[in-house]
Structure formats: structure tokens, C-alpha cells
């Protein structure tokens, strides 16, 4: 038995999955030949087949674009029941963090795998604040961006730098090093964050301050100014940090599968972060906040909303209801409760009762809940839905939102990160494909192509 067989066999010893052997078998109806698939236990939840031998043994794929049934890795991090709006961390639930707990409860359970006891969250909070400033040389990098340019742009342009600035301390294979990795990621987010605003704005940048905590710091390097004392305010941080807390993880989303595939390499952790907020920034993923408070303004109206549902239940038309529907919940996102919950009191704390974004919002969200085609669907508001409402009543501009999704995430893609690299063997993820491609072909002499090909250097072509 080799090494790395050792170490899978003791793994699997002392950790879930329970395997029952050989449960399952598929049979080739032409040849008859059979395979035999053994089955993994979860925790709870479903369990799967085992593939991982399949190809060798039948020289198939398994062919699931989307990974719509297939389970990528094993974690212990995060359980999402879709069906029934569950989400846990760790075996905790999304409500009673966001309700009892606070961003470094969470980040530190992510992390660790328990809640901290006070003594541990304390020196856990003073760790993650003795890491926020940026080297003085990466302050440079914001300079060469246009004004204009979008923050989530900046964000992975930045984050990308800071594997240059670490890359010498950031053996992968040394513990001690991963962690110093972990804490300088969440630490310095929020300064790239603000920044990043501050930037486009043409204001001086602000020093973190250790007195305060995480979601406060956040706030005042967003919106304090060099010529005025800024104290955060209360209610409008514990809904900043329950914001965090709610976007913390999410198990194997786009991103947080982007970091880990770039993470198998072995690449440089700064850089798989980077990978990651790409992957967050589209408007199917992180990117939909913005996509939300885009879409309320363009309604514009309660009285245009069966206009724009009618567009969402077109087939012919792309538009979707943005904020509705997940891959994984089939009913009410448990994120979006309470994000709804803290929408009103943030607006109540501002003195804002008729904000007519929330009026479309609470409108839009009943129309479609009672609606056969949402319904049908299973289409249901996500955690996106009143995020934009509470982030540009604090004062965000829009463009920031998905900004600050990053920021709250970044504790999600360090803990399946890191629970990677912990892993006995770490294999470099590499889907296979089905290949539909033109059947092997004699190469022609250019003189031999036909000339009408020529026509096909269109891009139209090229995106058909
Ligand atoms: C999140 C999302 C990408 C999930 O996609 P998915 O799991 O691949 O589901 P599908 O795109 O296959 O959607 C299933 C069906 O519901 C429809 N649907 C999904 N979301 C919809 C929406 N927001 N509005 C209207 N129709 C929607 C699809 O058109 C599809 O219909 P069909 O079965 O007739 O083809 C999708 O729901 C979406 O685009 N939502 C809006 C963006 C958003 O809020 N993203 C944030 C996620 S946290």
C-alpha cells in the first residue's frame, strides 16, 4: 500500500463517509456488462455514487454539465437542504448565527469547525485586526485604475497582487503559514473593499482602527472622512455584520468550487481568492444584489410589475425576475428571512417608511409567490433579493454591492480552501468532457481550403 493509500485509508477510518460497498449496480443492456458502484454516506442529506474508478473500469464518463448531481469533494463545512430552506455551518443554523451570533462567531466556526469560547474569539478578532493594512506598495496598485472602473475589477486585480506580496510566506504544505494566509485574507478584504470605493470617489483612503470591530471598521473605511470624527452607527453595523453572516458560506456555489479547482494546483492562495471573486462577480452568482436593485429601479412602479412578470414567464424573452430562484433551494432561501427582517430595521432606524424600492420589492415578491409559473418553478426570493435595499439605503452605491458579497465570502472560499489542502491527497481538479467535435481529418495545404471558409472568420460564426 502506498503512502498516499495510508493516509486515504486512515482518513477514511476517522472520518464520515460510511461506505456501503458495492449497493449499486449499472448494466450495459447491449453488452451486459456490469459495474458495481459502492455508495457514500453523508452526515445527513443525500449521499452518492462513487465514480471515482468508473472510467478506469468502463471507460465512460459521467456526463453532467453543471454538476446539477454531482457532488465535487467531501466537506464538513456546510449543509444546504434545498428543499426544505435549511442551511447550516458546521451543524449550526444560518438563523440562529445571524440572530445570536456575529461575523467573527462565524468566521472563526468556518474556520475552526467550532464556536469559539470568549478568550479564543477575542484573540481570534485581535489576529484578524492586527492583519488589515495593506503593504504601502500595493497602495500604488489602485492608481492604475480609470476612476470609473468597477470595484469588483479593482478587487480582483488587488487581491490578485497580494500573492505577489506573499507568495514567499505562503508555503501551502506548512500550517502555520496557511493560517497567516487565512487571517491576511479576511483581514485585508474590507480595506480592499473600501478602498476600492474611496478610489472611485477621489477620497483619501482610511486606516483601519483596531477599537473598533469588524463590520464597524468596514463602515468607517467606507464612509468616514479625514476631516470629521465618524462614529459607526450601532444598528446599521449589526446589520453590516448580520449581512456577512448571511453571505459567509454557501458550500459548492461557482466560486467557492472556482477556488478550490484553482487551489488543487496547489497555486498560491491570494491567487485562488482572486479566481474566486471573478467567479462571484456574474450576475447568475454574487452579481445579482446589483442586478436586483437594477431591476426595482427599472419597474420603477408596483402598477409595471405584472409587466415584468409576464417577461419573466415568456420563454422568448431572457429576461429573468433577478433575486428569484436558486440552484439549490426550492423554497423560501432561510438567508432571505432574515435579510428581510434586518431590511426593516435598518429603514426604520433611517427614518425611511416609504421607500418606494421596498414597496416594489414586498409587491413584486407576494405577486410571485402566489404565481403558477414561479410556483411550478419552485422560484422563490434569494438571499440577493433585500440585500441591495438595505446596502443603498447604509449609503452603497450599487456597484459596491457585490464588493461587499466578496468580503463576506472570502471567510467561505479560505475554509474550503484550507479543508482542501488538508486533505490526505490533494487531486488537481480535471472534469472530463463529451466530445462532439469533428472525427479525426487529414490537414489541408491553404491553398487546398475552400475560399467560402474564409467568410467564416466572422464573429458571428465564432459565437454560433
Ligand atoms: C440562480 C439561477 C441561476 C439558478 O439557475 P438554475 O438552477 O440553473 O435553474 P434554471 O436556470 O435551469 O431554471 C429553472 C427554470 O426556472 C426558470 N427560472 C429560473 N430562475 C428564474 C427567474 N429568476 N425568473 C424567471 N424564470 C426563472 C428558468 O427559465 C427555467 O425554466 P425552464 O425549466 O422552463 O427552462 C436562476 O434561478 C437565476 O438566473 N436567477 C436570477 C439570478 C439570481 O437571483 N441569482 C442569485 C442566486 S443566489
Not at 69 to 95: K, M, P, Q, W
Not at 128 to 136: N, Q, V, Y
Not at 234 to 239: D, F, I, N, R, T
Not at 385 to 411: D, E, H
Request: proline share 5%; glycine share 8%; with cysteine.
Amino acid at each position: 500500500m502506498s503512502t498516499n493509500e495510508k493516509q486515504e485509508t486512515a482518513f477514511q477510518q476517522t472520518n464520515k463517509p460510511k461506505v456501503d460497498e458495492k449497493r449499486f449496480r449499472l448494466t450495459d443492456q447491449h453488452s451486459g456488462v456490469e459495474h458495481e458502484i459502492d455508495f457514500l454516506h453523508g452526515t445527513v442529506g443525500p449521499g452518492a455514487l462513487d465514480f471515482r474508478n468508473f472510467y478506469s473500469q468502463s471507460k465512460m464518463f459521467v456526463y453532467d454539465p453543471g454538476f446539477t448531481s454531482t457532488a465535487s469533494c467531501r466537506s464538513e463545512i456546510t449543509f444546504i437542504d434545498g428543499d426544505n430552506g435549511v442551511l447550516l455551518h458546521r451543524g449550526y443554523s444560518i438563523e440562529d448565527l445571524a440572530m445570536h451570533g456575529d461575523y467573527i462567531d462565524t468566521c472563526y466556526l468556518l474556520l475552526y469547525g467550532e464556536l469559539p469560547s470568549q478568550r479564543a474569539k477575542d484573540q481570534f478578532a485581535y489576529e484578524i485586526g492586527h492583519h488589515t493594512m495593506l503593504h504601502d506598495q500595493l497602495m500604488t496598485f489602485f492608481q492604475g485604475f480609470l476612476r470609473g472602473a468597477h470595484p469588483m475589477a479593482i478587487m480582483v486585480g488587488v487581491v490578485g497582487a497580494l500573492s505577489a506580496f506573499y507568495h514567499d510566506t505562503t508555503d501551502i504544505n506548512d500550517p502555520q503559514q496557511c493560517m497567516a494566509a487565512a487571517h491576511r485574507m479576511i483581514a485585508k478584504m474590507p480595506t480592499i473593499g473600501a478602498y476600492a470605493y474611496k478610489y472611485s470617489l477621489g477620497q483619501q483612503f482610511m486606516f483601519p482602527q483596531n477599537n473598533l470591530s469588524y463590520a464597524e471598521n468596514l463602515l468607517y473605511m467606507m464612509f468616514a472622512v479625514p476631516s470629521e470624527d465618524y462614529v459607526p452607527n450601532p444598528v446599521l453595523a449589526k446589520a453590516m455584520d448580520r449581512i456577512l453572516v448571511l453571505h459567509a458560506d454557501h458550500e459548492q456555489n461557482a466560486s467557492t468550487s472556482t477556488v478550490r479547482l484553482a487551489g488543487s494546483s496547489g497555486a498560491n492562495p491570494f491567487a485562488c481568492i482572486a479566481a474566486g471573486i471573478a467567479s462571484l462577480w456574474g450576475p447568475a452568482h454574487g452579481g445579482a444584489n446589483e442586478a436586483v436593485l437594477s431591476m426595482l429601479e427599472e419597474i420603477g412602479d408596483v402598477s409595471r410589475i405584472p409587466e415584468f412578470i409576464d417577461r419573466a414567464r415568456d420563454k422568448n424573452d431572457p429576461f429573468r425576475l433577478m433575486g428569484f430562484g436558486h440552484r439549490v433551494y426550492k423554497h423560501y432561501d432561510p438567508r432571505a428571512k432574515v435579510m428581510r427582517d434586518s431590511c426593516y430595521e435598518v429603514l426604520d432606524e433611517l427614518g425611511i417608511h416609504d421607500d418606494p424600492l421596498l414597496s416594489i420589492a414586498l409587491e413584486l415578491e407576494r405577486i410571485a409567490l402566489e404565481d403558477e409559473y414561479f410556483i411550478e418553478k419552485k422560484l422563490y426570493p434569494n438571499v440577493d433579493f433585500y440585500s441591495g435595499i438595505i446596502l443603498k439605503a447604509m449609503g452603497f452605491p450599487t456597484n459596491m454591492f457585490t464588493v461587499l458579497f466578496a468580503i463576506g465570502r472570502t471567510v467561505g472560499w479560505v475554509a474550503h480552501w484550507k479543508e482542501m489542502i488538508s486533505e490526505p491527497t490533494i487531486k488537481i481538479g480535471r472534469p472530463r468532457q463529451l466530445y462532439i467535435g469533428h472525427e479525426p481529418r487529414e490537414f489541408q495545404l491553404v491553398d487546398d481550403r475552400e475560399q467560402s471558409e474564409h467568410k467564416k472568420t466572422d464573429w458571428k460564426w465564432f459565437w454560433s
